[in-house]
């Protein structure tokens, strides 16, 4: 369809001649050396000239990738919850947002072990800024979400984005990924930003908004990393924030995130799926008289769920015992744990540790907080 041309992945008809003209691109000889070190480049080179369809670049290159970057960069991926997906099914997943390129990769990635229907998956455009990455994002089914847009831009792409994420799931049975919120969280409080809710329902022709939701199968997804590999990159916006002051951007700051993120050591990483939202929506309903109370009740409800199935690290016990001065989950860590976390915090923030230290045990201690609300945590 025309309309989403703007903002739309590759179809498969075009997907061949995207990568013919990416493919002596510098930085996709990189991605293929890093992928199949033992592998000579004429023989990727030929299998990247015959691939004809996203899924095809997708299971046989960035799969790949992602497992490299596994193994590279961290002690594994975990997962839980698939199991209850059906396969042949689109579902739209609600995220909490770490990471630029490995939340959306990571779930797929999952996916795809489960038999289930992979993502297209939203992305900021000043994120691919650089014509390859605008090339390699479309052939991994991105859509674009555009940023810095006056007031009635961005309506107008607020309402086009819902109309095609609402015909990626229903007409084309196609999985869809959107964060919670615009942007990575940066200080571990992961929260549903409603305005991203009233976005995914300006598509809505159903006279009941809840019913429009249930229609489109919410799985409320959380992600956590042992270690964040972008933690000191977020630092400098969180101590602006913190003084009231306006955080610009330094020149290729995204990029710089985007490679750190992938190659930065990250240890342990866990994905859960939740349960697809359903009767949730019948008592919001019965509980909530107008739009932006449901709004803000669905809110919640991701939320419970994102909080409640995060996964806690040794990493997050130990920032929250040193952050509160306390030992009271020293039975979830060991000694070696804590010492090697507090080497990383000196040399992260180095002569900036004092200003930064406690931002930066907030991001790992705030997940074992919001967890407290829910449960016991042992």
Same mark, same amino acid.
């Given at each position: ?15 061949? @001649?995207?990568?013919? +003209? ?7 000889? !990189? ?64 995220? +909490? ?22 993502? !297209? ?36 792409? @607020? ?92 020149? +290729? ?38 739009? +932006? ?68 045990? !907030? ?16």
């Amino acid at each position: 369809m025309p309309k989403f041309d703007s903002i739309r992945q590759f179809y498969d008809s075009e997907v061949n @001649s995207a990568i013919q +003209n990416v493919a002596n691109h510098p930085m996709m000889k !990189a991605l293929m050396s890093f992928t199949f070190p033992e592998v000579e480049e004429s023989v990727w080179m030929e299998q990247l000239k015959r691939t004809h369809s996203i899924r095809d670049f997708q299971v046989n290159f960035i799969y790949q990738s992602i497992q490299r970057v596994l193994e590279r960069s961290s002690d594994g991926l975990s997962t839980s919850g698939f199991e209850k997906l059906e396969p042949n099914t689109s579902y739209l997943f609600i995220s +909490n947002h770490r990471d630029i390129i490995l939340d959306t990769s990571l779930l797929n990635v999952s996916l795809f072990d489960h038999g289930l229907v992979m993502t !297209a998956s939203a992305i900021g455009d000043n994120l691919v800024q650089k014509s390859f990455l605008l090339t390699l994002s479309k052939l991994n089914r991105n859509f674009l979400v555009r940023r810095g847009l006056s007031p009635r831009e961005l309506l107008q792409s @607020s309402k086009l984005m819902s109309e095609f994420i609402y015909h990626l799931l229903s007409k084309e049975n196609r999985s869809v990924w959107i964060a919670q919120r615009e942007g990575r969280t940066k200080d571990g409080n992961d929260a549903t930003h409603q305005g991203v809710l009233k976005m995914l329902a300006m598509a809505s022709d159903e006279k009941n908004l809840m019913d429009y939701f249930k229609k489109i199968k919410i799985v409320p997804v959380s992600i956590s990393y042992e270690y964040d590999p972008t933690d000191a990159l977020k630092m400098p916006q969180i101590m602006a924030e913190a003084n009231d002051e306006i955080y610009i951007k330094e020149k +290729n700051e995204d990029f710089i995130t985007l490679i750190s993120g992938i190659i930065g050591q990250k240890k342990r990483i866990h994905i859960h799926v939740g349960d697809v939202l359903d009767k949730e929506f019948d008592k919001i309903t019965a509980e909530n008289d107008n739009n +932006n109370k449901q709004i803000q009740a669905l809110a919640q409800v991701i939320d419970d769920s994102i909080l409640s199935t995060y996964k806690l690290w040794p990493t997050n016990f130990i920032a929250y015992d040193l952050i509160n001065n306390t030992d009271q989950f020293s039975n979830q860590y060991t000694e070696k744990e804590k010492q090697l976390f507090e080497r990383r915090l000196e040399m992260r923030l180095g002569n900036e540790k004092e200003a930064l230290r406690e931002s930066f045990l !907030a991001m790992y201690a705030n997940p074992v907080v919001n967890k407290l609300k829910y449960q016991n945590v042992e």
